[in-house]
Nanobody, 122 residues
Framework: VQLQASGGGLVQAGGSLRLSCAAS????????VAWFRQAPGKEREGVGC????????DYADSMKGRFTISQDNAKNTVYLDMNSLNVEDTAVYYC????????????????GGPGTQVTVSS
């Protein structure tokens, strides 16, 4: 039972990237999934959350407009589409699955896994 984030890499400023969060051993239909990121020497930062069944999304204010979270129930995968990337977006991005998106930035999560590195070059 785990979540695996993937899709990171090196991208130039202004570019786009799609990250995936694939679940194995359980169905994401019954869980909300949140994305976080952490840059070296910085605190963890919430990106956004998608509710059970992908019905709704919520984003950190600083992420609205450039980042979009979506879900493919058939693939048991949640995606994070990132556009207009800048060097400040360089971080390890990881996903967590939990009961809901209520207070998603500070709540506990049931499932997690290793993150994926995103590096934005100027």
């Amino acid at each position: 039972v785990q979540l695996q984030a993937s899709g990171g890499g090196l991208v130039q400023a202004g570019g786009s990237l799609r990250l995936s969060c694939a679940a194995s051993g359980f169905s994401l239909d019954y869980y909300a999934v949140a994305w976080f990121r952490q840059a070296p020497g910085k605190e963890r930062e919430g990106v956004g959350c998608i509710s059970n069944y992908g019905d709704s999304t919520d984003y950190a204010d600083s992420m609205k407009g450039r980042f979009t979270i979506s879900q493919d129930n058939a693939k048991n995968t949640v995606y994070l589409d990132m556009n207009s990337l800048n060097v400040e977006d360089t971080a390890v991005y990881y996903c967590r699955a939990g009961a809901s998106c209520i207070a998603w930035q500070g709540r506990e999560y049931e499932y997690g896994g290793p993150g994926t590195q995103v590096t934005v070059s100027s």
